[in-house]
């Protein structure tokens, strides 16, 4: 744990790895989800979020490399075979706008019950599956290693870890650089994401964690749900959520949690 918190310094300190120093004023923002946590109503409207986008999104993938695939003229049992594939994709449609109903009428949710998660796993599987559309884009994206446990749910925070790189991706353009990581603040684990993007303004801050919030449509499309999944989900851990960031130059986005005994 020593070694990354040397690196992260490093990095806020001097600029390391194309993150821009920490300027004297940078807007900050900072929220203790007031969603109580194990509130059954808020994990449920989570779960329909993490339905509804995240499960989306590799589909989309899947769909934009069949159809790549699907290109120029093809033999009649490569034509079989893509039929078979877009036939499966349709069905995983199908089952997810199904057990999003479901989810919408289901029994309340139970209790999420906290337990210790190492946050290492958690940064290198979220940064993998976000490391595609980066490398699309001409980004460099990677994840710190650490050994720190903290007490959450690695579900949950996987997903907020997911989500938060992603967004970092779509507002960073292309040559720009994120970074992944956690170090001790007192009694607490804080999980950062760094990113060298286009920065958040003041006003933006405080509503961009509402659903269907876009804050560039016209540059990005999408739900705009991302970071409402972040806001419910560190709501129902008991998490809080801090945002640094200075227009032009890049933001950090941090989760506090309590270090696992």
Request: aromatic residues 4%; positive net charge; hydrophobic residues 40%.
């Amino acid at each position: 744990m020593r070694e990354l918190e040397g690196q992260v310094d490093v990095m806020e300190n001097s600029g390391a790895f194309g993150i821009p120093r920490v300027p004297t004023r940078p807007i900050t923002w900072s929220m203790t989800a007031k969603a109580k946590p194990h509130k059954s109503s808020e994990f449920k409207s989570v779960l329909l979020a993490i339905a509804g986008h995240d499960l989306r999104q590799p589909l989309q993938v899947i769909q934009l490399a069949h159809d790549f695939l699907g290109r120029g003229d093809r033999t009649t049992s490569e034509l079989c075979q893509l039929q078979s594939g877009q036939e499966a994709i349709d069905r995983l449609k199908n089952q997810l706008d199904e057990l999003v109903a479901a989810l919408q009428l289901s029994e309340p949710a139970k209790r999420v019950k906290l337990t210790p998660v190492r946050v290492g796993p958690l940064l290198q599987r979220a940064t993998y599956e976000n490391e595609v559309a980066a490398q699309t884009k001409g980004i460099s994206v990677r994840a710190a290693p650490t050994s720190a446990t903290i007490e959450s749910d690695a579900l949950l925070l996987g997903t907020v870890l997911r989500n938060l790189i992603s967004n970092a991706v779509k507002y960073t353009e292309p040559g720009g650089r994120i970074l992944v990581g956690c170090r001790h603040i007192g009694a607490n684990i804080r999980i950062d994401v760094y990113d060298t993007g286009i920065g958040i303004t003041g006003d933006q801050i405080p509503r961009m964690f509402k659903a269907f919030t876009r804050l560039d449509p016209a540059r990005h499309d999408g739900l705009g749900i991302g970071l409402f999944i972040v806001r419910q989900a560190t709501g129902i851990l008991g998490h809080r959520i801090d945002v640094a960031s200075t227009p032009c130059r890049g933001s950090r986005f941090s989760i506090f949690a309590s270090q696992a005994e």
